[in-house]
């Protein structure tokens, strides 16, 4: 089981990143593209860096990201996300994950992602996932919170 946690404060009220990731629509479309191109980033320095020993890997893939219903919970929300490659998902994990917005003052807030994943292709995977996948999931979920960071301080811009 391999865990990825990041965290990320925002200028803007929980409530409007809470209201961000209860409207995906397209921009949630071109954030896990984005994500999906910092995870290749990732992988082609990895991938430079291992192809002096003679070994060549590549690892690039679209994923797709699905949100779950937002719940309040306390002074926090809590929100279920879904992440997973698309088309030849057997040689990729899905990755569940938890995203809670917590207030962190009047005009920001604090995202805390936690995400949970198994290497497909057992010891081989783990393999792999410890010296590329990992780090491109990271950077893929740090993408990610940026662009649904972005998006509520572009709303809170708006309403203002």
């Known amino acids: 089981m391999a865990e990825i946690f990041e965290e990320r404060v925002v200028t803007a009220p929980a409530h409007e990143a809470v209201r961000v990731l209860r409207e995906p629509g397209e921009w949630l479309e071109q954030a896990a593209e984005a994500a999906g191109h910092g995870g290749e980033a990732v992988t082609a320095r990895m991938r ?49 994950a938890i995203l809670e917005v917590h207030p962190a003052g009047r005009e920001q807030a604090r995202m805390v992602f936690w995400g949970r994943y198994d290497p497909p292709l057992g010891r081989m995977g783990d393999l792999v996932d410890r010296f590329i996948a990992h780090e491109a999931a990271q950077s893929s979920v740090r993408v990610l919170l940026s662009a649904i960071g972005q998006r509520a301080e572009e709303h809170m811009a708006q309403s203002a």
Request: aromatic share 8%; charged share 20%.
């Open 48 to 96: 430079s860096e291992l192809s002096r020993g003679g070994l060549r890997v590549k690892v690039s893939k679209r994923v797709q990201v699905e949100v779950g219903n937002v719940t309040r919970v306390g002074d926090h929300f809590v929100v279920p996300i879904t992440w997973q490659a698309s088309g030849f998902a057997g040689l990729f994990p899905v990755m569940d």
